[in-house]
């Protein structure tokens, strides 16, 4: 199975240079997290870095984490080529714990948790390097709409997104798809999984969104017909 520090320049290239602020999807994520000036946030699974370059130019203070070497070197490039004061550290999202725990106002997982093997070590470690009263907010491929076996059938009515093996929890990879879904593969869970794993490691949820996209925005037109993207906000009690 490949893994990120195997697609490292790949995914780097794949996600482009645009900026964060263009992607509609991050402006509901941004909404969602409020001002984050003066605040200690960690990007949880960063990659290059390219939310946390965002953050620290919002003011934050940016701890990046990730546990691909590769993409970390390219975001210290950056770090180096245009210091913002973010540290980036190697670290197992599913092993979260001291020197980390209870320092973060808020911790985002942009666009990462579905690359993630393991849920529930997950939570509980944000959970552990939250202060209380802190925010966790991530976003990931709708898992409704996002399977093993998702697609899209042209009808008389248009395209719709087609779905099945929703319960089929687990590792899978496609052969056709052009992102991260068809390189490294992604790992399924239902919608109650996600939601009751995060409850269950002690986060209280506080919204959902599921932003619709315009035809503007996207060129797959069923993306404004169905959510692509699940965004969750909760909070540390
Ligand atoms: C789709 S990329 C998203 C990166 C970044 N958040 C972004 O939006 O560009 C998924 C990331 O999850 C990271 N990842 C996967 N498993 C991880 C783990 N167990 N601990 C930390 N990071 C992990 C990968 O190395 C990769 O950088």
Same mark, same amino acid.
């Given at each position: ?5 195997? *697609? $490292? ?6 996600? %482009? ?6 992607? /509609? ?8 997290? #409020?001002?984050? !000036?003066? &605040? =200690? ?8 870095? &390219?939310? $946390? ?14 546990? !691909? $070497? ?10 180096? $080529? ?6 980036y ?12 725990? #209870? ?12 690359? *993630? ?13 939250? =202060? /209380? ?19 899209e ?18 590792h ?5 798809? /052009?992102?991260? /879904?068809?390189?490294? %593969?992604?790992y399924? &869970?239902?919608? !109650? ?31 404004s ?5 699940l *965004?969750? !906000?909760?909070?540390?009690?």
């Amino acid at each position: 199975m490949k893994t990120y520090d195997d *697609i $490292a320049e790949w995914y780097d290239q794949w996600i %482009g240079t645009s900026a964060m602020g263009d992607d /509609p999807i991050f402006a509901e994520v941004a909404a969602l997290m #409020g001002d984050v !000036s003066g &605040r =200690r946030i960690c990007d949880l699974a960063c990659g290059q870095g &390219r939310v $946390a370059r965002y953050l620290a130019q919002s003011g934050a203070r940016v701890v990046g984490v990730d546990l !691909s $070497a590769k993409l970390l070197a390219i975001a210290r490039r950056h770090e180096e $080529a245009d210091p913002r004061g973010i540290e980036y550290v190697q670290a197992d999202a599913r092993q979260l714990d001291e020197p980390l725990a #209870g320092t973060f106002d808020g911790v985002l997982c942009f666009m990462a948790l579905m690359d *993630i093997q393991d849920l529930a070590p997950t939570f509980h470690g944000v959970t552990r390097i939250l =202060r /209380p009263g802190g925010w966790f907010v991530f976003s990931i491929l709708h898992p409704c709409y996002h399977t093993s076996r998702s697609g899209e059938m042209e009808t008389a009515e248009g395209t719709v997104r087609t779905i099945g093996r929703y319960f089929e929890e687990g590792h899978w990879r496609s052969d056709t798809r /052009p992102g991260p /879904p068809g390189r490294v %593969g992604s790992y399924h &869970r239902t919608l !109650s999984t996600y939601l009751n794993t995060l409850t269950a490691a002690g986060l209280q949820l506080v919204r959902l969104s599921e932003p619709q996209l315009s035809p503007s925005n996207t060129n797959r037109a069923v993306w404004s017909d169905v959510p692509s993207i699940l *965004i969750v !906000s909760s909070r540390k009690p």
